[in-house]
């Protein structure tokens, strides 16, 4: 045994390991590759370097606009001069700190929702707790707050609320056309057929112009609903339909043995679809709900074009304004950061949960 | 048997617990919400409607429009009609989203193909890029690049010229075009016989391979015609080089081909957003193909085309398609947004049309009705393509 020789003592070449070994394998395997690398290096050090001054170091920072226009760099100035109104629209100064703590609880909650073991009953309560709390805050009125009214909000937390509200009622309407299109009852399966492929042929844009312009006529007189309810209902309307679908393919999934299973037991239709059907479904379509999720909240934005102020319309409004006019590129960028860390977020999410339950546990 | 029959159909079920009568009873209830529903909402409306006196029907599509358009494919005046008006905003959604779906497949495939790549930085890029544009509403991004077009380019008499003939300004990008000429006309005529050849020559040459296993170079062949006769026409009536330059008149440019800032935005935003989404579709359907059929395809002696065009693709196609055709849908209902930025889609026309007339039922109709026509025919295409690709199994 002695006479061993020791692996240990003969090492790779110093070419196929470490640093040298990754970046030849990795970027310059084959020619074709290193041609790739260098000309994708030279394009980067081309953009990269100049937008980097632009954005950091030739910029202004918080200074007036006048200041900004003989910047020669970003003029970040326009967000952090205006950020109050681009976040919170037209609420009432003094009581900005409303909205503010309302995004607060929405985020705490969507963040302790984040751990799948603290998925219970509780959760589901401080959620309708937490909903309610958001929108006592944002309405006021009681306790000794100033009533704020719905054509008032705006901003960060309307995108927010159309986005949140707007998934948790198209939900339960979703799974139930899902479950629709799968009867056995054709009139009720034709129905849900097209409702779901009416609204998934039109664009959003169509429900929301239906909704601010149509809507008012279908209600009898007297009675008027504020526009961010209308659209809310155009959202969710939209957001059920494409929920159906995705449902529809967790049914799908599931075996036949599980009816089977569950009628034998004498479970009749109500019972098997509470108890084995649907909690198994909506299990294996959590990520591609999430990614739902994902469009209902990008999808906010397009409340613009019916006069809304969301997020994107505050910037707009503080763009036409003469004193900021032309510094277009800084806001977007600014609110596309916003947009992106949300996104970001919750389709990072969605990859975790996708592994952990491909992992079966 | 017989007698267990008889004796279940004796006993008295009363209606609502038999499933067949009770499913009968809960579909007429369900029509008859439904029903009650269209019935309070139509009657509602027709009172509002007459309260406004707005009369309902098409017949204003007859009427003289009295708007402008400042795009159009075919002739159109603010004395024309409504109804033409409309066509017009139609042509402009097909011309954007036919452009918009072929550049968006091409740049989404380079991309789909980077984020495979083995180039470490390459495959990091295309991951950056396809998780930024998807993670960005479309909308934003139409403002973004419109912002830039109107806010960073110079104006027309300072048009930026970075190539031979382009001119880049805040008015948009004046191209030069060859100046008409009949042996244009020739040149599209030879193209499509050239197509009718290249046809007739694939057929050909599969029952020739059929026949005697040779193999005939097709694609060589077929380009050599698809190029080469428009060209040859071209060399035969007289080679006309005449070019039509864009110059500056007065505020904008005259002469050439000018497209509009807008149809750039939309056209720049739609194909950058949409690409992402197919890049990944292309990336899921290459690597669904398993690495055994590429080595099982280079073990028979394939060489690499091949080995893409007859065993790869037809596989990884079968994966791309369905969800390719969902994105290429998704770009035309999202040209809709065009409406935010000006330019003319159907949308935006529409929107004119409301605004003037009154006709809300009738005008959010038509834009439902445009996008479901587009939608459905989309559809029967996809079932068409299934049926055709389907795994025949043995």
Request: aromatic content about 12%; overall charge positive.
């Amino acid at each position: 045994m002695k006479q061993v020789v020791q692996a240990g003592e003969i090492r790779p070449p110093i070419t196929h390991i470490g640093v040298i070994g990754w970046v030849k394998n990795n970027l310059f395997n084959g020619v074709f590759n290193s041609i790739l690398t260098v000309v994708t290096l030279f394009l980067l050090w081309k953009v990269v370097p100049p937008f980097f001054r632009w954005a950091f170091i030739d910029s202004a920072w918080h200074t007036t606009s006048q200041a900004c226009r003989e910047a020669a760099g970003a003029c970040w100035s326009i967000i952090s001069m205006n950020y109050r109104f681009i976040l919170f629209g037209f609420y009432p100064y003094e009581q900005h700190w409303r909205p503010f703590l309302a995004m607060l609880i929405l985020f705490g909650l969507l963040f302790y929702s984040r751990d799948r073991s603290h998925w219970k009953k509780p959760l589901a309560y401080g959620w309708i707790i937490g909903l309610f709390t958001m929108g006592l805050l944002m309405k006021g009125g009681i306790l000794g707050l100033p009533s704020v009214e719905s054509t008032q909000w705006g901003g960060l937390p309307l995108t927010l609320l159309l986005a949140v509200f707007g998934l948790t009622a198209a939900y339960p309407l979703g799974v139930i056309l899902a479950l629709g299109r799968r009867s056995r009852m054709p009139g009720v399966k034709i129905l849900c057929i097209l409702y779901i492929e009416m609204i998934r042929g039109v664009p959003l844009i169509s429900l929301l112009f239906m909704s601010s312009i149509i809507f008012p006529l279908f209600l009898p007189e007297g009675v008027t609903f504020n526009k961010i309810l209308r659209a809310q209902v155009a959202i969710i309307l939209f957001t059920a339909a494409y929920i159906a679908e995705v449902v529809r393919g967790g049914l799908q999934g599931m075996s036949r043995g599980q009816y089977e299973a569950a009628e034998s037991i004498g479970l009749n239709y109500y019972l098997t679809m509470r108890l084995v059907i649907l909690p198994q479904a909506l299990k294996i379509v959590i990520p591609p709900t999430v990614s739902i999720l994902i469009s209902a909240f990008k999808d906010t934005s397009l409340v613009v074009i019916i006069a809304l102020f969301d997020l994107l319309k505050t910037t707009q409004s503080v763009l036409s304004n003469p004193e900021w006019m032309g510094f277009s590129r800084e806001a977007y960028v600014f609110v596309a950061i916003l947009y992106f860390l949300g996104c970001f977020s919750m389709s990072n999410y969605s990859r975790k949960l996708e592994k952990e339950l491909s992992r079966g546990d | 048997m017989k007698d267990f029959k008889d004796s279940a159909a004796r006993e008295k079920v009363p209606f609502w617990l038999d499933p067949k009568k009770r499913a009968i009873l809960f579909q007429l209830m369900t029509f008859a919400m439904v029903g009650l529903l269209a019935y309070y909402l139509t009657s509602n409306t027709l009172i509002n409607l007459e309260k406004q006196s707005i009369a309902t029907g098409f017949s204003f599509l007859q009427k003289e429009s009295s708007f402008e358009i400042g795009e159009s494919l075919i002739p159109y005046s603010a004395a024309n009609t409504y109804a033409r008006a409309l066509l017009v905003g139609a042509l402009n959604t097909i011309k954007v989203a036919f452009i918009g779906i072929v550049l968006t497949i091409i740049l989404g495939t380079i991309i789909g193909m980077a984020r495979l790549s083995t180039n470490w930085l390459l495959s990091k890029l295309a991951a950056i890029y396809i998780e930024f544009m998807q993670d960005i509403p479309i909308l934003l991004q139409l403002f973004f690049w419109y912002a830039i077009f109107y806010e960073t380019l110079p104006s027309s008499q300072e048009a930026l010229n970075p190539g031979a003939g382009i001119y880049l300004s805040n008015r948009g990008v004046a191209f030069t075009i060859p100046e008409p000429h009949p042996a244009h006309l020739y040149m599209l005529l030879a193209f499509l016989v050239g197509c009718v050849i290249v046809y007739l020559i694939r057929r050909w040459a599969r029952k020739r391979q059929e026949k005697t296993g040779q193999i005939f170079p097709v694609f060589l062949v077929s380009m050599g015609i698809l190029v080469g006769f428009p060209l040859l026409t071209w060399w035969v009536l007289g080679a006309p080089l005449k070019m039509n330059v864009p110059k500056l008149g007065g505020f904008n440019f005259e002469g050439g081909l000018t497209v509009s800032p807008e149809f750039i935005a939309l056209l720049l935003g739609l194909v950058l957003y949409t690409a992402a989404f197919v890049a990944e579709v292309v990336r899921a359907g290459i690597q669904s193909v398993s690495k055994g059929q590429r080595e099982a395809a280079m073990s028979i002696g394939l060489r690499p085309v091949p080995v893409l065009n007859l065993v790869i693709l037809p596989q990884a196609l079968r994966v791309i398609v369905p969800p390719l055709t969902s994105q290429m849908l998704n770009l035309t209902k999202n040209s809709s947004l065009a409406v935010a930025i000006g330019y003319p889609d159907f949308v935006s026309v529409a929107n004119t049309t409301i605004n003037q007339t009154g006709q809300s039922i009738e005008g959010v109709a038509l834009i439902m009705a445009v996008y479901l026509f587009f939608s459905l025919s989309t559809s029967v295409f996809m079932n068409w393509y299934n049926k055709r690709v389907a795994l025949v199994e043995r």
